[in-house]
């Protein structure tokens, strides 16, 4: 995403059940460390069940030894995309389409640090809190998880 200042990319992390952003990271460059650090923080978030399924495009940061040491560690299991099938990730990819259309169509940030802020903003207060999904009855991933862990 660009800024006055730069490049600010993002990497995510996703519950493809309910929708919801339970990870994420930013940084100015696009190391292996920026996806695991997402990865990791859904991780703490959710404590994941041994045999958790990790879907990814085929980006070298996901096929990287640091993150595949991550996924053996939590017991997970990595899926990739097909070659060049952004259909395969397309739950990801609509999110960060929505994402770069609502925050940095008409708007370029004047730092990384105010990109970070409205991006923080958009996932914790917007996304997972406010938006709601067609998939998930028009549920917001928050209403939806409260409701199947009551059920």
């Known amino acids: ?4 200042k730069g490049w600010l990319y993002l990497a995510v992390t996703l519950d493809l059940y309910s ?3 339970i990870g ?3 940084a100015a460059s696009m190391p292996a460390t920026l996806p695991l650090a997402a990865f990791q923080m859904a991780a703490r978030r959710r404590d994941p069940p041994s045999g958790l399924l990790h879907h990814s495009d085929r980006g070298s940061q ?3 030894r640091l993150f595949q040491a991550e996924l053996a560690r939590l017991r997970a299991r990595g899926s990739r995309s097909r070659k060049g099938d952004s259909w395969d990730n397309a739950v990801v990819e609509g999110f960060l389409s929505s994402l770069k259309r609502e925050l940095f169509e008409e708007v370029i940030f004047e730092s990384r640090a105010a990109a970070r802020q409205a991006v923080f903003e958009d996932i914790e207060v917007f996304s997972n ?6 998939t ?3 549920l917001t991933p928050l209403e939806f998880e409260r409701q199947a862990t009551a059920a």
């Open 129 to 134: 809190r406010q938006r709601r999904h067609s």
């Open 62 to 64: 996901y096929v990287s």
């Open 19 to 21: 929708r919801a952003v």
């Open 24 to 26: 994420y990271a930013m």
């Open 136 to 138: 998930l009855g028009y």
């Open 1 to 4: 995403m660009p800024t006055r």
